[in-house]
């Protein structure tokens, strides 16, 4: 009788002890915690916008129907639009580095000769308005004036501009331009290339 006595106690203070777990805290929400750095660098904008909306760019296409034995400076548009003008819009480079961090950027400059749809024939690099080997040429100054620098463009890597403020209080507006002179033997036909430049912070 007393085992059994024992047994049914034993049962009831089983009954009042908390299974474990049943009753622990569950939570509905998780936090993701974001962590970034933002390095200091440089950007290449079209100068129009910056200021209305910074952060955007386009690439830019120029052309020109040139004649045998000529020599002349394409005309520029931005990628989409219909409407060429006598210089493509400018470009502004901007840096989010401090004045007394005293950084600077180089911009270099990448491309290949102008080829032929047969890409066999091309009109290389070089600086001639005449003669009989035709050339383009590009110039960072304004095309129109007498005084503009041309250079052969530059078909492999090259610094075109260096050494140049990298600070949040300065920017840099460069226009690059283009010409083509045509030799009186060149084949008739579509020819096409381009040239990227690219800007880099100096360490």
Not at 93 to 99: G, I, L, R, S, T
Request: one cysteine or more.
């Amino acid at each position: 009788m007393k085992k059994t006595l024992i047994a049914g106690a034993a049962s009831v203070a089983l009954a009042a002890m908390p299974v474990v777990g049943v009753f622990a805290a569950t939570s509905s929400t998780f936090t993701d915690n974001i962590d970034v750095t933002v390095d200091g660098g440089c950007t290449i904008e079209n100068a129009a916008t910056a200021a209305t909306n910074p952060g955007v760019y386009a690439d830019r296409n120029f052309s020109k129907t040139i004649a045998a034995g000529t020599s002349e400076i394409l005309t520029g548009t931005e990628a989409g639009d219909s409407e060429p003008a006598t210089t493509a819009p400018a470009l502004v480079v901007k840096c989010n580095v401090a004045d007394s961090d005293n950084k600077t950027f180089n911009i270099t400059a990448e491309g290949e000769a102008l080829t032929h749809d047969d890409t066999t024939t091309t009109i290389p690099a070089g600086t001639a308005t005449s003669g009989t080997t035709s050339a383009w040429a590009y110039t960072l100054g304004n095309p129109s004036d007498t005084a503009a620098t041309w250079s052969a463009a530059p078909v492999a890597e090259t610094t075109v501009v260096s050494n140049q403020a990298a600070n949040t209080s300065t920017s840099f507006n460069f226009n690059p331009a283009y010409r083509v002179y045509v030799s009186p033997s060149q084949k008739p036909g579509h020819y096409a290339g381009s040239i990227t430049y690219t800007v880099a912070l100096n360490d």
